[in-house]
């Protein structure tokens, strides 16, 4: 998205408008100013995961040019984000619990029928935005799209979050939407053989392009044999919230995120996927859990992708079913307890808890498989600071075979990655009470319990190197994340509840 990287709050337009204008722009600006301190600052493993941008500083003038030009052709994006702070800052003063009808002329002409008043029953008054609207304005620029193609080194890249990706001669790149029809040819060609002329005329590209392409070709097949299952059950963890639940009849995908490097030998790859999947299951909108850089190379073989249905038009809560929808998946939004049968299983989506900084974000689910006689509880980051409610699943669903959960317990501040649509500052003691976290040792402990759960595993911490261009952590054996997994762990011993703390890859058969 104008070359930063992109998930959900790059991609939805209110959201996108908001982090270019307040975040990327003065992000880009910071670094022309001392290109050298954003560097260093990069380099530094004390500030991982910051907001630094790890271009070098001969290269500061392509940086310029990206400014000026996102000044020049985003210009409708960045007075959307002006007008949105204006809109706010109108009902903060004037919203005083009165009818609201004698604002809406004074709201700035941007917002025009592309929002809504509305007071809470606590006469809390907010803009709700139109959000399928949004995406027929100037303000969601589909040309803000291009995809760069390379081969996974094994060379961490830099932050996603931070640093815009420039052109480099080991990079194909391609000025097409996500939703171009050509990247579905092409990465349908992971299981099917196509010719490079098909692709290049699919993907229209240039002869030189086509030269690049045709180096990142291979006539060889390298599909793994055992990626289809010929009875029984399976789940294998892919590493991070990825996991691939199989039946001879189905397969589903967790949040998808996974690596493409087949010669690492440590991990399941592409080419470990089924061919066809059934379900996609996205648990929630964060950038390591619905993750574009997969999600497009399935694009072509996925029955549906299955997203959590968010509060419509609340700023900080984009729609994840417009923001696929958009990009050309099949998509299917669900609340809780809705139900979506597949050949021979049905999945449940289940409630998602905390982990979101309090603000009121509904797009988030847990899910429940059934398939081949077992209870699969999907737990992603949902936290446990009220263990009751795992209680009615359980009272909905049954008990829980395998449950995973995610123990992310000392997550980052508000302002991590809420900063951009905050439209008035926050003192640093507020964002740094409420973080991003999961459960800790005794939440999930309380989940199993709940659940009854026969065997429980931690996942979803973003251990595996290969995720570090996403996840930027650091952990090691004193880390309070680690110690409270370990804690966990000997909980289960305790209680003969088969355990595990998973890391790179991991098979259960039945
Ligand atoms: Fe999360
Ligand atoms: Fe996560």
Request: glycine share 8%.
């Amino acid at each position: 998205m104008d070359r930063f990287f992109a998930w959900p709050h790059t991609i939805a337009p209110v959201q996108a408008a908001m982090n270019l204008a307040r975040l990327q722009v003065p992000l880009l600006e910071s670094y022309l100013q001392s290109p050298q301190v954003h560097v260093a600052a990069s380099n530094n493993p004390e500030l991982r995961g910051g907001y630094f941008i790890n271009i070098p500083e001969s290269r500061a003038d392509e940086v310029r040019d990206l400014l000026d030009t996102i000044r020049r052709d985003r210009a409708d994006m960045l007075r959307f984000a002006d007008a949105i702070a204006a809109g706010q800052e109108i009902l903060r003063a004037s919203a005083t619990g009165f009818d609201l009808t004698p604002l809406y002329p004074k709201l700035p002409a941007e917002l025009g029928g592309l929002v809504e008043l509305a007071y809470d029953t606590d006469n809390q008054a907010q803009l709700r935005f139109m959000e399928p609207l949004v995406y027929k304005s100037d303000v969601y620029a589909e040309a803000r799209q291009s995809v760069q193609l390379s081969f996974e080194t094994g060379i961490e890249r830099p932050f996603i979050l931070s640093t815009p990706r420039l052109p480099s001669p080991d990079v194909l790149e391609l000025g097409i939407p996500f939703r171009h029809p050509g990247l579905e040819e092409l990465f349908k060609a992971r299981v099917r053989p196509a010719t490079l002329r098909h692709l290049r005329e699919a993907l229209e590209l240039d002869d030189a392009q086509a030269v690049q392409l045709s180096a990142m070709l291979s006539d060889r097949p390298s599909l793994a044999p055992d990626r289809h299952i010929e009875g029984g059950g399976r789940i294998r963890y892919f590493g991070h919230a990825c996991l691939v639940l199989q039946t001879p009849e189905a397969a589903i995908v967790t949040d998808p995120f996974i690596s493409a490097d087949s010669t690492a030998g440590d991990r399941y790859t592409l080419d470990d996927l089924p061919d066809y999947i059934d379900l996609v299951l996205i648990t929630h909108g964060h950038q390591d859990h619905i993750v574009l850089e997969t999600l497009l190379q399935l694009r072509g073989r996925v029955g549906a992708v299955v997203v959590p249905r968010s509060s419509r038009g609340n700023l900080c809560d984009p729609s994840m079913g417009l923001m696929l929808s958009h990009q050309g998946f099949p998509v299917i939004e669900v609340d809780d307890f809705d139900e979506i049968p597949f050949p021979g299983g049905k999945v449940t989506a289940t409630p998602f808890l905390g982990e979101h900084c309090d603000l009121d974000i509904r797009a988030k689910s847990t899910y429940w498989a059934e398939l081949a006689g077992k209870n699969v509880f999907i737990g992603a980051d949902s936290s446990g600071i009220d263990p009751t409610l795992y209680r009615y699943i359980k009272g909905h669903l049954g008990t829980a075979d395998y449950a995973f959960l995610g123990m992310e317990c000392d997550g980052a501040p508000l302002t991590w990655l809420y900063q951009a649509l905050l439209t008035i500052p926050i003192p640093k003691k507020m964002s740094d009470s409420r973080k991003l976290s999961g459960s800790n040792a005794e939440q999930a402990a309380a989940i199993m319990t709940e659940l009854g759960a026969k065997e429980g595993y931690i996942y979803a911490m973003g251990e595996e190197a290969w995720l570090g261009h996403v996840m930027a952590t650091t952990y090691n054996e004193d880390t309070y994340q680690i110690k409270q997994i370990n804690e966990f762990l000997a909980w289960c011993s305790e209680r003969d509840i088969k355990a595990g703390h998973l890391f790179k890859q991991q098979e259960w058969r039945w």
